[in-house]
């Protein structure tokens, strides 16, 4: 596909499961990066990866939040004991490098936790 | 933390007229800034960028004016569309020393209305 790819694009689940958020980047962007959005609000950083590793994760809510990148390409976040609260869309972001500005983003998984 | 704003959450515009979104950020180092516009249900698509050492760029019916000295940044939209419906991110690119990561911290976005 041309563009960022998110699955699922909806996630319905009950508080305490642990789901799981793909993100396919672009091929050949090196940078992957996940961001939450709560209704009505702007982006919020999550994590950031350059290749597999992940030299950024301040910005991980809880250490219920985590993410992996494998082959530098497809990227899961996971979140274990969901909460309510973890209800927001979750985007991801790709570029060709780091240091490249411009990210293009996926639709987005939207969370909803009962 | 530092943060990006904006000053006005809502804009209303007569079709044909121009918009003018505006944002105020706070990091003065930040070296790059980036405008989005997110329409429901769609993820933020990219539409225009400027970097700190320009004060103005200009794209295909749209314009990013950057003024450091009150650390501010606007987009304006000619000749508004009703396609230009949306809301619109601003948002600046800080390098965090030592970590030599990138990061990209987003206003809260202002939603533009086109009336017909």
């Known amino acids: 596909g041309a563009g960022v790819s998110q699955s699922p694009s909806n996630k319905v689940t009950e508080k305490g499961k642990d789901v799981e958020l793909r993100c396919d980047p672009i091929?050949?962007?090196?940078?992957l990066y996940w961001y939450r959005q709560s209704l009505g609000q702007g982006l919020e950083f999550l994590i950031y990866f350059q290749g597999n590793s992940a030299p950024d994760k301040s910005g991980l809510p809880s250490d219920r939040f985590s993410a992996e990148r494998t082959g530098g390409s497809v990227s899961t976040l996971t979140i274990q004991r969901t909460q309510q609260e973890d209800s927001a869309v979750y985007l991801c972001a790709s570029s060709v490098e780091p240091s490249t500005d411009t990210q293009y983003f996926g639709p987005g998984t939207r969370l909803t936790v009962l | 933390g530092e943060s990006v704003g904006l000053h006005l959450p809502t804009l209303s515009v007569q079709e044909g007229d121009n918009s003018i979104i505006n944002c105020a950020y706070s990091n003065s180092a930040s070296d790059y800034f980036i405008w989005y516009k997110q329409e429901s249900g769609k993820g933020p698509q990219f539409i225009i960028d400027i970097r700190s050492n320009m004060d103005k760029r200009q794209g295909q019916r749209v314009t990013v004016l950057l003024n450091k000295t009150v650390k501010h940044l606007s987009l304006q939209i000619a000749a508004t569309q009703p396609g230009d419906s949306a809301v619109y991110f601003c948002a600046e690119k800080t390098k965090y020393s030592g970590a030599g990561s990138y990061q990209l911290t987003f206003g809260k976005g202002t939603k533009l209305s086109v009336i017909p």
């Open positions: 091929s050949g962007h090196t940078a």
